[in-house]
């Protein structure tokens, strides 16, 4: 019988990428999804919890499904992700219209946990996390159903780091590497499948192998897959600036497919902040490190996460991660402000910047930064850019049909198709020459010059 599974995902792209295995457990038992809730059979929120808001926003979307459960006393809701991992059996006691809770390494044992609920009408919880150095199979990720050009392959799971403020090695748990051979395999059947662009993913993909003994450290991984014959674009992404290493860097000046772009979180400028955040370098390590990577790879775009309002940060702290902003002067930065986490080594310290202190250093933070983002997407007037087509723009109408994709450093470029015959599904994963004309706020907007 034909049933219909609604997913939300909350957060990073891991539980992207985990929302993709979630479908791909579901399928031999005939579950489709469906983006309407209303007509699920089953209703999955796959959660975030490495700031507060994330876990709230979940937690009130849950509560709006209630009414559908009174309807349909036969729909079964769930929550997957780091808040299930987090909280476990809790959860179903808290949260009554529940029927399942699971976490990330659990999600081939979601077909046998729904059975028991339609079955015997039991409410159940599984958040077993693999903790051991052996024994963990990666689930052989099928090319992701997202419709586009590009795509995401986990390369490591879990995190060794010990960042104060972060809740990711509690609900992820420790490092472990997927093999490189499986990672090539997966990225191979991708390009089969039509994928041009694949992101590599983990938490801290800077020190993946280091928990393996064949001796593959991230920067082969990145060779094998560079070397994987019509990948056209290479991405990666979480980077730890302790482990990014000058083998690692040099890997941008020669590898043909890995795109001039480079997200590497420093979260603090201030050197006692980022002792007390245990990150492991200080200002002036870090700077030395975007350093080496811009005079090694001209025009790479490199962006960064900012925390503030980390318990005990003063303004004189503060004034130190604005002084790093103008001294990078970074492409783009995702900035936050610091949100307690139970069971962090920093919670056990008072939460003690106001909090309209943090709203204030936030936008003090993004109006430094602007500056940068704006130069630099100055410098694109009149330039020809090479665009990977990933579909129509949010602005497209059907009067006025725009195509979207991405420069290999990562910027939207929306141009217009003169004929809306033509159809988008034969631009997706095509390489267009564009010739920006205008700079936004975000994006460039040109005009096509050629299709590759
Ligand atoms: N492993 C990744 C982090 C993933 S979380 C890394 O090391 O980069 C993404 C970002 O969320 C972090 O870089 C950090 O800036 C932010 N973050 C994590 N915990 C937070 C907290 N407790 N409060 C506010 N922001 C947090």
Redesign the pocket.
Known sequence: MQRFVYIQTFG?QMNVYDTERILQVLEPEEYAATDDPSRADLILLNSCT???KAEMKMMSYLGSFAQLKEHNPDLLIGVAGCVAQQEGERLLKKVPLLDLVFGPDNIPELPGMVQRARENGERVSLTKLHKKKKGYEFMAGKPMVTGKPSTMVTVMKG?N?N?A????PRVRGRELSKPCSEVVSEVERCVEAGIREVMLLG??VNSYGHDRDDGILFPDLLDAVDAVEGLERLRF????PWDCTDALIDRFANLKSLCEYF?L?V?SGSNPVLERMRRGYTFDEYVERADRIRSTVPGLHLTT???VG?PGETEEDFQRTIDLIHRVEYDGI????????TG?K?SQWEDDVPEAVKKERLARVFEAADIYRKQRLATYADQVVEVLVEGPAKASKPTQPQLSGRTRTNVVVNFPVGNAALGTWRWKGKLAQVRVKRVLQHSLYGEIELVQ
């Open positions: 990073c490495v700031r507060e995190c780091k960042c403020f972060c809740i990711v938490q801290n992404t979480t980077s730890h997200h979180p979260q996460d900012i925390i980390f995702y900035a936050f402000k610091y949100s307690e986490r962090t920093a």
